[in-house]
């Protein structure tokens, strides 16, 4: 009984951390949000109903997940933004890290990133406004 509560506290301590840093990518445009959105349903969803439904009626899970769910995947322009910013980012650390063994791994997460984008998430056409 200790051993699933002591769980339950960590995934909630754990989707709290994530719905934090979902919000801040949110609000930060080079920060990707979903990601950390998803994780943070997966915690609320395995330590608490109540806290389940909370985060399933929020703006961020309505707006961001849900939708991301219900279309299982991204129009090709999210996919370049996003690829776009986190290549930026991957591109600058491997400038600044001195570090051999971190510049390879960095680049192995980049062309992972890339597989990833192209193969595994659904390519949808954008919607005519």
């Known amino acids: 009984m200790a051993i699933k509560l002591l769980k ?6 754990f989707g709290f951390i994530t719905l934090a840093i979902g919000v801040l990518g949110i609000i930060i445009p080079v920060l990707p949000g979903l990601p950390f ?7 609320f969803t395995k ?4 806290l389940d439904r909370w985060f399933k009626r929020t703006p961020f899970y309505k707006k ?3 939708a991301f769910l219900s279309k299982r995947g991204m129009t090709r ?3 370049i933004r996003i690829n776009l910013i ?6 600058l650390s491997v400038i600044y ?7 390879f791994l960095l680049i192995i997460m980049a062309f ?4 990833y984008f192209i193969y595994k998430i659904k390519t949808l056409k954008p919607l005519r406004q």
């Open 112 to 115: 992972y990133k890339h597989y």
């Open 97 to 103: 890290v001195d570090i051999l063994l971190v510049k």
């Open 8 to 13: 339950s506290v960590l995934l909630m301590f």
């Open 77 to 79: 322009k999210e996919k």
């Open 47 to 50: 330590s608490s109903k109540r």
């Open 37 to 43: 959105l998803l994780i943070a349903g997966f915690c």
């Open 86 to 91: 986190a290549d930026f980012f991957i591109i």
């Open 64 to 66: 961001y997940v849900r």
